[in-house]
């Protein structure tokens, strides 16, 4: 038990495990006739035996720390659930028939368990600012991001409507309108569309000039004006908390000179009476 221990409560060795899985689970990827077949045998036994490797290390965690104490961390609790989710084509493999069993995709969750090793971070300075930094910026600009989604609803519904019939590759339906009018907002290749649009023989030329007027529109009021603001409103809040934090620094500065000050002002009022007062012979 000591040895596994040892090997199990080796963070380097479960990275290592965790890099050779994820070398084996893209290996795998391939088809057989290109990898062949012993190879693609011996990934398949390779890939077993790291999942086994895997659940031991549960349960050698979980024996060591205690189940609830090792599952407290909400990183085990990713772990423990990403190592779950890899079991079953384990069994199936073993039980069934691999193909018949239709679950393999399940093993390449495992290879989200390099995650884990984030946790590095938190010794880096100033992370844990940074991180709270960002979490007071996402929530100071939920209700911007619920609108500027809200707007692309609205005008990816409207574009569905007036070109669904004219250019359906982009507004066949409300879902594929909506990744049309998101790719024109995020402005990369924005003007593909309405060429498109203008070039595909379905508008005459007055439609076709309304139509690449109808995008610069909602270009300029989305895709610059609607993500400066975006950007502005989540940038100032993440500023305004250095911001914060260095007027409360400035702040104790300040009180501790004006603490500085008046033993400063005491110690000349006592010099000064001392002065003033008859020598004692």
Same mark, same amino acid.
């Given at each position: 038990?000591?040895?596994?221990?040892?090997?199990?409560?080796?963070?380097?060795?479960?990275?290592?495990?965790?890099?050779?899985?994820?070398?084996?689970?893209?290996?795998?990827?391939?088809?057989?006739?290109?990898?062949?077949?012993?190879?693609?045998?011996?990934?398949?036994?390779?890939?077993?035996?790291?999942?086994?490797?895997?659940?031991?290390?549960?349960?050698?965690?979980?024996?060591?720390?205690?189940?609830?104490?090792?599952?407290?961390?909400?990183?085990?609790?990713?772990?423990?659930?990403?190592?779950?989710?890899?079991?079953?084509?384990?069994?199936?493999?073993?039980?069934?028939?691999?193909?018949?069993?239709?679950?393999?995709?399940?093993?390449? #969750?495992? %290879?989200?368990?390099? *995650?884990?090793? =984030?946790? !590095? /971070?938190?010794?880096?300075?100033?992370?844990?600012?940074?991180? $709270?930094?960002?979490?007071?910026?996402?929530?100071?600009? #939920?209700? %911007?991001?619920?609108? *500027?989604?809200? =707007?692309? !609803? /609205?005008?990816?519904?409207?574009?569905?409507?007036?070109?669904? $019939?004219?250019?359906?590759?982009?507004?066949?339906?409300?879902?594929?309108?909506?990744?049309?009018?998101?790719?024109?907002?995020? /402005?990369?290749?924005?003007?593909?569309?309405?060429?498109?649009?203008?070039?595909?023989?379905?508008?005459?030329?007055?439609?076709?000039?309304?139509?690449?007027?109808?995008?610069?529109?909602?270009?300029?009021?989305?895709?610059?004006?609607?993500?400066?603001?975006?950007?502005?409103?989540?940038?100032?809040?993440?500023?305004?908390?250095?911001?914060?934090?260095?007027?409360?620094?400035?702040?104790?500065?300040?009180?501790?000179?004006?603490?500085?000050?008046?033993?400063?002002?005491?110690?000349?009022?006592?010099?000064?009476?001392?002065?003033?007062?008859?020598?004692?012979?």
């Amino acid at each position: 038990m000591n040895l596994l221990k040892k090997i199990f409560l080796n963070d380097k060795i479960i990275l290592a495990l965790i890099s050779i899985n994820a070398v084996i689970i893209f290996l795998q990827g391939f088809p057989i006739k290109t990898i062949g077949v012993e190879a693609h045998h011996l990934f398949m036994l390779i890939d077993d035996i790291i999942s086994f490797c895997f659940l031991v290390e549960v349960l050698v965690k979980g024996r060591h720390f205690g189940l609830r104490e090792y599952l407290k961390p909400t990183w085990n609790k990713f772990d423990v659930a990403l190592i779950l989710l890899s079991l079953p084509p384990l069994v199936a493999r073993m039980f069934i028939d691999y193909e018949t069993a239709n679950i393999g995709f399940l093993l390449v #969750f495992r %290879v989200f368990r390099v *995650f884990k090793f =984030f946790r !590095f /971070i938190q010794f880096f300075p100033q992370v844990e600012h940074i991180f $709270n930094s960002i979490r007071e910026a996402m929530r100071a600009s #939920f209700m %911007v991001l619920i609108g *500027f989604f809200l =707007f692309v !609803f /609205i005008m990816s519904i409207l574009s569905c409507y007036m070109y669904q $019939n004219i250019a359906p590759e982009y507004f066949g339906d409300p879902i594929v309108s909506y990744y049309s009018m998101f790719k024109v907002f995020t /402005i990369e290749g924005w003007n593909a569309i309405p060429e498109a649009i203008a070039e595909g023989g379905k508008v005459n030329l007055l439609q076709a000039f309304f139509t690449k007027l109808y995008f610069i529109v909602i270009l300029v009021f989305g895709g610059v004006i609607g993500l400066s603001i975006v950007n502005s409103i989540f940038v100032d809040a993440m500023v305004s908390d250095n911001n914060d934090e260095l007027e409360e620094q400035v702040g104790m500065i300040k009180e501790d000179v004006k603490k500085l000050e008046n033993k400063v002002d005491r110690i000349l009022t006592l010099l000064e009476e001392q002065k003033k007062s008859p020598p004692q012979i």
